[in-house]
């Protein structure tokens, strides 16, 4: 799991409410990811963040909403707009090249979200 | 051109036997191939990955190809162990635009059996 932690490990929620998933990393890494993952799906970004103050939406942002106030900290808002929330969550952090890229991106443990 | 397509979904290997999962891509834009592992309840872990300028890179018993005219790349697992048993995913991103981003296969359920 590295330096990246993720909490609570489960978290349920009643349908409506919004939660907020913990992610924080001491990694020193200036990109953080969040991920959504679904069985038979792999891994879908909702956010990322290359910078502080600074996030673009992934490829399912849509009823999710995130901060960037600090290096350390990615924290994800699970709207009551989700269509569909339940599901394992991902955080992830990364180094930025010089260049802007970046490739080795080192996960935390996951929370799994229920919402009945 | 953002996909990944990893095959089988699923494959049971016998203990000391070779397992291989299969990934191709579309967007010639991809320059960094990562494999990654994940048990039940964790998170995935970087397993091993190559860049397109070697056809091929091994780190003790995972070795990956990598085929750039095909588009395809690979992860073999040597002298497969039961504690291998886990699911694997590929992945693939490039350096720049929309490319930069990883973009995961659907990743492959492996078993090793006694």
């Known amino acids: 799991d590295g330096g990246i932690t993720q909490s609570p490990k489960y978290l349920f929620r009643k349908e409506g409410q919004n939660v907020t998933l913990s992610c924080e990393q001491n990694?020193?890494?200036?990109?953080m990811y969040w991920y959504r993952q679904d069985p038979g799906q792999g891994l879908r970004l909702i956010y990322y963040?290359?910078?502080?103050?600074?996030?673009q939406k992934g490829d399912i942002a849509e009823g999710y909403s995130v901060s960037r106030e600090k290096k350390e900290s990615f924290p994800l808002t699970v709207t009551s707009a989700q269509k569909n929330p339940t599901a394992f969550y991902l955080c992830?952090?990364?180094?930025?090249?010089?260049?802007?890229?970046?490739?080795?991106?080192?996960f935390g443990p996951g929370t799994r979200l229920t919402v009945t | 051109q953002q996909q990944v397509k990893q095959s089988p979904q699923s494959l049971i290997v016998q203990k000391g036997g070779i397992s291989i999962i299969n990934c191709a891509y579309e967007?010639?834009?991809?320059?960094?191939f990562p494999w990654y592992q994940q048990f039940p309840g964790k998170g995935p872990a970087l397993l091993i990955a190559?860049?397109?300028?070697?056809s091929e890179k091994k780190e003790g018993r995972f070795t990956i190809s990598f085929n750039k005219s095909a588009k395809q790349f690979s992860l073999h697992i040597m002298d497969s162990q039961p504690g291998d048993s886990a699911t694997y995913f590929c992945?693939?991103?490039?350096?720049?635009?929309?490319?930069?981003?990883?973009?995961f296969g659907t990743g492959t359920r492996l078993q090793v059996t006694l």
């Open positions: 992830a952090s990364s180094i930025v090249f010089s260049s802007g890229s970046r490739y080795e991106q080192y």
């Open positions: 990694l020193n890494h200036d990109a």
């Open positions: 963040s290359q910078i502080v103050n600074d996030f």
């Open positions: 967007n010639t834009a991809f320059d960094y």
């Open positions: 190559i860049r397109p300028d070697v």
């Open positions: 992945a693939a991103s490039g350096s720049s635009g929309t490319a930069s981003k990883l973009t």
